[in-house]
């Protein structure tokens, strides 16, 4: 998930999705804390794309809580 940090607008979003949707139901800190960093990147050129996958995924508290944080921010999250 995170070797894509830095590609922005190159992300490769439903790779990053499915190693998301593959890693949600982990307990581990560092994953979940891994997924909302990685979402909350990304939302940053594809804001409603973050905001639907977080919608319709099931993730940990800290996932969502991190993906939306910019956005939150921002004033930029649709809710």
Request: proline share 3%.
């Amino acid at each position: 998930m995170l070797f894509q940090l830095g590609y922005k607008a190159e992300t490769d979003e439903a790779l990053l999705f499915s190693l998301i949707e593959q890693n949600s139901d982990s307990k581990e800190f560092f994953i979940q804390k891994a997924i909302g960093w990685a979402l909350r990147e990304y939302s940053k050129v594809a804001p409603e794309a973050v905001q639907i996958f977080v919608a319709e995924t099931p993730l940990a508290a800290l996932s969502r809580r991190e993906a939306l944080k910019w956005l939150k921010a921002k004033g930029k999250l649709a809710v």
